[in-house]
């Protein structure tokens, strides 16, 4: 496992990413950079992106000499082969391609979900009870999994992919067709992949933020005392050192299972999908593309790390909501390789 510091400027002169070019030169340390004079737009006429990882020898002193100019736009876990390796289970990941339908002021929600227990205030609390309308017929043909915006939870495969899950009788799951929500028809191969498993309690969230749907909660958010709060509770998505769950919640008879906790921020709340080491060697010997695999750790990870003192230790990730998705989705693409 290595942590990762991801660094991304773009500007309309050299005062900033000059000096860091500097910088890096100075360490022989690699870096991304391009240059557009013409371009339009003049905050992005120079641009540079470059990792740092804490498993650097230089990495103190880099972090100290950067931190003069940028602060990292991420920063994350890189896991290796060893964590892949050693892992029993598997959080999943698809990249988001559509929006649920209708998408206008989520009317999609009424459509598609029993509200009757759901806090607008925190998303908790809504259960599906009918398909998914989509927009359009999914256009990425080579993905046999496939996601949506707003609803990460919700995972679609092909037909070869069902086929796969049905034929290794994989237990906990079932599938429905979402629809083409104008023409009210369903889509032919396609299918939304139901977890009917989910774990006990058993997340530790030593390394990340407990959110409360309460008047001016941990985010600083839900101000007006009038409103009617759920209590209810959910956890930011770990970027240093990964998600640690109590491995006696796993049973291996199941391969697809969903999490009892809830992840997210702001007004946005899903739960996890885990599955087990058999279902990922299935996906992959048969070269079935969308899926991403993040190792489940069962030990805290010991994040050393402070800038001023050289030693100090630094757990949680402190990131908006709105950072946290759009580094999941810019991280997911990234590994996916694929283009919306």
């Known amino acids: ?16 990413i000059g000096p860091v070019m500097k910088i890096l030169d100075e360490y022989s340390h690699s870096y991304k950079y391009k240059e557009d004079l013409n371009c339009v737009i003049p905050s992005f006429k120079y641009n540079i992106e470059f ?10 002193v880099l972090k100290k000499k ?14 290796d082969k060893e964590d892949e390796k050693n892992a029993e289970w598997f ?29 607008k205030f925190c998303d908790i609390g809504k259960v599906q009870n009918n398909v998914y309308r989509l927009k359009s017929e999914p256009k990425q043909k080579q993905l046999q999994f496939w996601g949506l ?15 796969l899950i049905e034929r290794e009788g994989v237990r906990g799951v079932r599938f429905t067709q979402p629809v083409l929500h104008k023409e009210n028809v369903k889509i032919k191969d396609f299918y939304q992949l139901h977890i009917d498993t989910v774990l006990d309690k058993g997340f530790n ?6 959110i409360t749907c309460r008047y001016n909660n941990e985010e600083g958010l839900n101000k007006s005392k009038e409103n009617n709060y759920c209590g209810r509770i959910k956890y930011h998505h770990p970027f240093i050192g990964g998600y ?19 992840f997210g921020g702001g007004g946005s709340a899903q739960k996890l999908q885990i599955v087990s080491k058999r279902f990922k060697n299935l996906i992959e010997k048969k070269k ?27 757990k949680k990730s402190r990131y908006s909501n709105f950072r946290i998705k759009k580094n999941i989705s810019l991280i997911i693409k990234r590994l996916l390789k694929i283009v919306d």
Not at 149 to 163: I, L, Q, T
Not at 244 to 262: A, H, L, Q
Request: hydrophobic share 35%; proline share 3%.
């Open 1 to 16: 496992m290595r942590i990762m510091h991801r660094y991304l400027n773009s500007n309309s002169h050299l005062n900033v």
């Open 51 to 60: 990792y740092l990882y804490e498993d650097n020898s230089d990495f103190i």
């Open 66 to 79: 950067l931190n003069e100019y940028l602060e990292p736009q991420v920063i994350g876990t890189e896991y």
């Open 91 to 119: 959080l999943i990941r698809t990249g988001e391609y559509q929006y649920p339908q209708p998408e206008k002021k989520f009317v999609y929600r009424e459509s598609t979900f029993n509200l009757e227990n759901y806090c």
């Open 149 to 163: 915006h707003w609803e990460f939870g919700a995972v679609f495969v092909r037909d070869v992919a069902k086929k």
């Open 205 to 210: 969230s030593y390394n990340t933020d407990t």
């Open 244 to 262: 640690c769950f109590d491995k006696n919640i796993f049973n291996s008879n199941f391969d697809i299972v969903e999490t009892y906790e809830y």
């Open 288 to 314: 079935l593309k969308g899926l991403i695999f993040i190792p489940v750790m069962h030990e805290e990870y010991n994040h050393v790390l402070n800038i001023k003192n050289n030693v100090v230790h630094a």
